[in-house]
């Protein structure tokens, strides 16, 4: 890993939350991509703290505050993410953090992503009940819709298959694509509840987003 990076990285794992603001800012005036820096740098340090977690070397305090280091450095990136890609209408999405979940960091880089490359994003928020999303989706104008479902916990993931049911009782399977993801997501799981994809990252997000809508 570049120094610059290995710096983002440390900034979260450190809980340095304006070291984190002030490193992505050199990262952005020394001409580092924005997605570069989500995604070589910060998101780097994010893995590392919940790993630490899982393995109980730290605890819920410590995780808020390296959340809000990658959160204010967000802020700075989010207006550089949305610039420059395919300004061409790719289609309506509706974007959510499933019910019970509040990770909602992943979700909204993915939105972002989405919206810079010519989506157009309604944005539902965290902790997301199953029965808004259906709303949501009869609602919606467009021919067909893209769902953008997140989930970073085993226990909310599970509702993605509610979802799925839902959306086949409900009638409406033939207007979305489904697209899920989060850090317990696998292809594995997509295939078992019947959905149309998901993406390891934002980056890749935008890739399986306009595939499955029908794009390049
Ligand atoms: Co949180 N937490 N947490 N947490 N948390 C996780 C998710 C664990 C995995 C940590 C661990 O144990 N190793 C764990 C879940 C375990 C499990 O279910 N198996 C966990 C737990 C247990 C909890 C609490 C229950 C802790 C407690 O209270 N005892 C609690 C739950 C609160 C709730 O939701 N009801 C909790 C709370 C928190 C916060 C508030 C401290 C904070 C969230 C702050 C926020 O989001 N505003 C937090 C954080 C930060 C994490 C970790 C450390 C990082 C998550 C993150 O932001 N990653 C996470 C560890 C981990 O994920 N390995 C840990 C960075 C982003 C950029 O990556 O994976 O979210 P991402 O998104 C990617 C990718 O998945 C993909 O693209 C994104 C961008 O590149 N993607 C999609 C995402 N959505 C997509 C949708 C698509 O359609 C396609 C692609």
Same mark, same amino acid.
């Given at each position: ?10 900034? #979260? =794992? ?5 070291? $984190? #603001?002030?490193?992505?800012?050199? +990262?952005? +005036?020394?001409?580092? @991509?924005?997605?570069?820096? /989500?995604?070589?740098?910060? &998101? #780097? %340090? *994010?893995?590392? =703290?919940?790993?630490?977690?899982? +393995?109980?070397? !730290?605890?819920? @305090? ?13 802020? !700075?990136?989010? @207006?550089?993410?949305?610039?420059? %890609? ?8 509706? &974007? ?14 993915? &939105? ?10 309604? /944005?539902?928020? /965290?902790? #997301? ?5 259906i709303?949501?989706i009869k609602?919606?104008? +467009?021919?067909?819709v893209?769902?953008? %479902? &997140?989930?970073? *916990?085993?226990?909310? *993931? ?6 799925? =049911?839902m959306i086949n009782?409900e009638g409406v399977r033939g207007k979305v ?6 850090? @317990?997501?696998?292809? $594995?799981? =997509? ?14 997000? /935008? ?10």
């Amino acid at each position: 890993m570049s120094d610059i990076f290995k710096e983002l990285a440390d900034a #979260v =794992i450190t809980q340095n939350i304006n070291g $984190a #603001v002030e490193k992505t800012k050199a +990262a952005l +005036a020394s001409g580092v @991509p924005a997605l570069d820096i /989500v995604q070589k740098g910060l &998101s #780097v %340090g *994010m893995k590392v =703290i919940g790993d630490k977690f899982e +393995a109980g070397e !730290l605890f819920l @305090p410590q995780i808020m505050m390296s959340a809000k280091a990658m959160n204010n450095a967000m802020e !700075l990136l989010r @207006p550089e993410l949305s610039k420059g %890609g395919d300004a061409a209408n790719a289609g309506y999405c509706i &974007s959510f953090v499933q019910t019970g979940d509040i990770h909602d960091i992943g979700n909204r880089l993915v &939105s972002t992503m989405l919206g810079a490359n010519g989506f157009t994003v309604k /944005v539902l928020g /965290v902790d #997301v009940d199953n029965e808004i999303v259906i709303e949501e989706i009869k609602k919606a104008e +467009a021919k067909q819709v893209l769902l953008v %479902g &997140s989930a970073l *916990m085993t226990t909310s *993931m599970l509702s993605q298959k509610d979802l799925m =049911i839902m959306i086949n009782e409900e009638g409406v399977r033939g207007k979305v694509k489904c697209m899920f993801g989060g850090a @317990p997501v696998s292809q $594995a799981w =997509i295939n078992e509840i019947g959905a149309d994809g998901t993406a390891e990252n934002a980056a890749e997000a /935008v890739i399986v987003a306009k595939k499955i809508m029908g794009g390049n």
